[in-house]
């Protein structure tokens, strides 16, 4: 296949890896937080979703991409909030209440959607890049890495920022120690409930920041169902990197890359199903966990509920 | 809230009614809040209502539609239920129906060719049933012999599983003479035979015994009892001389092939043949039903007959009324959260009148 690998095509290729790669990040950070905080956080797709709708919503009537990512980091802490309510504070199932806030979003976007804008499918306009001076100047990957827009730069640098925080702060370890031994954390005095919700409401920001970014960026525009199981991605990434922020970056770049190679083999005009590209991370994956088998960490008290008193 | 006032009710009598209760007081305010969405979106609520009812339940031809839609979810809810007792948490079950249902499509119109009707069902049932236990496999061994979480291989294994599901649909199973890359079609006279003179298939008779048959086992059985110790404590069970990796592959080959099944049935009652990037993700609703009916494999059925009216009736709604079957996702998840909540609130006040 001569031309395939060229200049042009790597750097379309490492363009779409971060464009499909920033939502997966977002969603996995966000759900490690809660997942350290004890709490097995299935809505995420859901808080992704109304993210993304609330993120479109906002980015088409203001015009302001940032004002966006503000209202979907608030529409997926608002499905966040009934997380925190229903499954940290009453202490109702995690999974039921996590797959029905995730169907509940799924309808409700598209049932508002529907209503607001029948079958048209608006767009925004183009989006602004942000060139950091010299190294957006590389050959190949320097404009596909480094002249983007300011939000991929703040989720890398999130990506350390977490980890310190995981490792250096208090709040870390109490994150750590709500998922842990929450009895513990209360014993200390610290309140369990209210570093749960913190937690769960954190997951949701980003979450829904990520929805925001995959529908006003990647997309343009918003269509009903868009994350399609993106949000569960973000979970199995959290689950495999084990506690390290960087590991869920290194994930969220090969699962990007390999959405990204779907289109891009399209455009070079390759015949392959789309579907054989798309499993390539998650057979990738599974390879790896039958050669590396170890037993995999997680929170001891994750999923279930911290009920004060109670054994 | 509303809890259920009478406290202390010990009759058999005041015990039921305070089920009956339990159950129906979640779906009227789900109902009440949905009503207040469709009055926001400009609709006569009183009239969809009616209208599902109607075309879901009330009316012959509805009421067949819903009993059809049940077999599946029967199925996997049947399938469900094994692994959650034994705590297995199998969230890899759209993979696993998914891929039964291809091999199946692809196979039966071929087998019918060869040997008799009855024979061929059997066959494709056995197969479907080898196929999601095989695609269970691979969790199987990783939680089995390393105690790698099945939440992340399940979940992984069933984003690969659609993803080969139509691989073999758009090259090897395909059928030429379509236009939509598609499997060959089952002759509807090859298919699940009709119960009487309904458009129900017999199908949803094995899938309501499946379920029968899956509850009794684990919980009339030394096996099931086995399993369940498994599921409550898995140290204890190695303790009490349980071969726990050995149960471990038992449980998820009997989920997942139960799964398999319901894939088999789908396609050999209802559709004769798969279309590509079909996939009725029918997993992210049962798991909550099943977290519902208490992994009860009698409860199960009412719960899932109830969603299966909302499914068809809001299907008929949506083409007649202009409301999208998209509020029928609302109206499940209103309903989910409402049981939940009346569950929890019925669990504190119990605990407050034991203290």
């Not at chain 2, 369940?228 to 592959?249: C, E, M």
């Amino acid at each position: 296949m001569p031309g395939l690998f060229t200049v042009d095509f790597t750097t379309a290729l490492i363009f779409g890896a971060v464009t499909a790669g920033i939502p997966l990040l977002l969603a996995g950070l966000g759900e490690q937080i809660s997942e350290k905080a004890g709490v097995l956080n299935i809505g995420i797709e859901g808080m992704m979703l109304f993210g993304a709708y609330t993120g479109f919503l906002v980015a088409f009537k203001t015009d302001s991409i940032w004002l966006g990512f503000l209202g979907g980091a608030g529409g997926g802490m608002l499905v966040a909030l009934l997380m925190a309510i229903f499954c940290v504070w009453l202490g109702m199932n995690q999974i039921v209440i996590g797959i029905a806030l995730t169907l509940g979003a799924e309808g409700l976007t598209a049932l508002l959607h529907h209503f607001q804008f029948s079958r048209t499918y608006p767009r925004l306009g183009a989006i602004d890049s942000l060139p950091l001076p010299v190294i957006s100047d590389i050959p190949v990957f320097g404009r596909a890495l480094f002249d983007r827009h300011p939000l991929v730069y703040l989720s890398i640098l999130l990506v350390f920022a977490m980890a310190w925080l995981f490792r250096n702060t208090y709040v870390g370890l109490n994150l750590q120690a709500a998922g842990d031994k929450p009895a513990a954390l209360d014993a200390a005095g610290v309140d369990v409930y209210l570093t749960r919700s913190c937690a769960v409401l954190a997951t949701g920001a980003l979450a829904g920041i990520g929805g925001a970014y995959l529908a006003n960026v990647g997309a343009g525009l918003f269509l009903p169902f868009m994350t399609n199981g993106a949000g569960f991605i973000g979970l199995v990434l959290a689950m495999l990197a084990r506690g390290h922020p960087v590991w869920v970056l290194f994930g969220a770049a090969l699962f990007g890359a390999s959405l990204a190679l779907t289109t891009a083999l399209q455009v070079a005009g390759l015949n392959i199903p789309t579907d054989v590209v798309q499993m390539l991370p998650f057979a990738m994956v599974m390879l790896v966990l039958v050669i590396f088998a170890r037993h995999s960490y997680l929170p001891p008290a994750l999923g279930l509920p911290y009920v004060r008193g109670e054994r | 809230m509303t809890a259920p006032a009478q406290g202390g009710v010990k009759s058999s009598a005041g015990a039921r009614l305070a089920t009956a209760f339990r159950v129906l007081l979640p779906i009227v305010l789900a109902l009440l809040v949905g009503a207040v969405i469709i009055l926001a979106l400009g609709k006569d609520p009183l009239t969809y209502y009616g209208y599902v009812a109607r075309r879901g339940l009330l009316s012959p031809i509805g009421i067949q539609a819903t009993i059809t839609r049940m077999a599946p979810l029967l199925m996997i809810a049947a399938g469900l239920i094994v692994a959650f007792r034994a705590g297995i948490w199998n969230l890899g079950v759209d993979g696993q129906f998914l891929l039964a249902a291809v091999v199946t499509a692809a196979l039966a119109p071929v087998l019918v060719t060869l040997v008799p009707g009855w024979l061929m069902i059997l066959i494709s049932l056995v197969v479907a049933a080898l196929v999601g236990a095989a695609w269970s496999l691979i969790p199987a061994f990783l939680k089995a012999r390393y105690g790698v979480n099945e939440i992340i291989t399940t979940l992984m294994m069933t984003f690969l599983g659609i993803g080969l599901a139509n691989v073999l649909i758009k090259l090897p199973f395909n059928d030429p003479n379509t236009t939509v890359p598609q499997t060959a079609t089952l002759a509807v006279e090859d298919r699940l035979p009709r119960l009487f003179d309904t458009t129900i298939h017999s199908g949803v008779v094995i899938a309501i015994v499946a379920v029968l048959l899956v509850h009794l086992l684990m919980t009339r059985t030394a096996f099931g009892l086995k399993l369940q110790i498994v599921g409550a404590n898995p140290r204890a069970a190695v303790h009490a001389g349980l071969n726990v990796s050995r149960l471990t592959f038992a449980t998820f080959a009997l989920s997942a092939g139960l799964v398999g099944l319901g894939g088999a049935i789908e396609v050999l009652g209802v559709w004769g043949t798969v279309r590509a990037d079909w996939n009725p993700a029918f997993g992210l609703l049962v798991v909550p039903l099943v977290f519902l009916a208490r992994l009860h494999g009698v409860a199960v059925i009412g719960f899932v007959l109830f969603f299966a009216v909302l499914m068809s009736g809001g299907e008929s709604a949506s083409r007649r009324l202009g409301v999208p079957t998209d509020f029928v996702l609302v109206l499940v998840a209103l309903l989910l959260i409402f049981l939940a909540l009346v569950e929890f609130l019925d669990h504190r006040r119990r605990q407050a009148t034991k203290a």
